[in-house]
């Protein structure tokens, strides 16, 4: 959703509030798409400071469907956002040409909130999703969920210490 912030660019010290809602319905990366499953409108707060800053604050609640880390069942993961960025208004310099990605957000006169979103949920990402603490995961030879069930598949794992020894016996096996 793009937020027309054309009046408080204009006037100094001026502050809006206004209701948004994202647009968002998925979160894609490198990891893959990852539907939003629930999202809220929150109030996003806008402020002119002296026509050289533009602060932006907001706070939202998203869910996002994320496969568990071990079994890949979906998980319903709660996300609380809390937007509070700063932006120069002022013409950029040479130091200041290094911060030019926080200008991705601004395009003209109109403020993309989905991409404040994005990033915040970006930052926010969980370094490990399971399903339950003590999830039981996926066999490695056949695939079926371990916390449905149990396989067949001999779970024997043989010591990987000893994999030089076991290949010194398996060159001499009799045939």
């Given at each position: ?8 660019l ?7 509030e ?16 990852f ?57 950029e ?31 926010n ?51």
């Open positions: 959703m793009k937020v027309d912030i054309t009046d408080l204009l006037t100094e010290d001026k502050v809006v206004q209701e948004v809602k994202t647009e968002l319905t998925s979160f894609q990366s490198k990891l893959g798409e539907p939003i499953t629930k999202k809220a409108p929150f109030i996003l707060h806008l402020e002119n400071q002296e026509k050289k800053f533009l602060a932006v604050s907001g706070e939202t609640d998203v869910v996002i469907a994320i496969p568990c880390d071990r079994c890949l069942e979906e998980v319903s993961v709660p996300l609380h956002l809390v937007i509070d960025k700063r932006f120069s208004l002022q013409e310099t040479a130091e200041e040409e290094a911060d030019a990605e926080d200008m991705d957000y601004m395009k003209e006169s109109a403020l993309d909130v989905d991409r404040l979103i994005y990033d915040e949920i970006l930052v990402w969980p370094m490990k999703v399971l399903c339950r603490d003590d999830c039981k995961g996926i066999c490695r030879k056949c695939g079926t969920n371990l916390n449905h069930g149990t396989c067949s598949c001999d779970q024997t794992e043989p010591d990987p210490r000893m994999a030089a020894i076991r290949d010194v016996f398996n060159q001499f096996k009799e045939v």
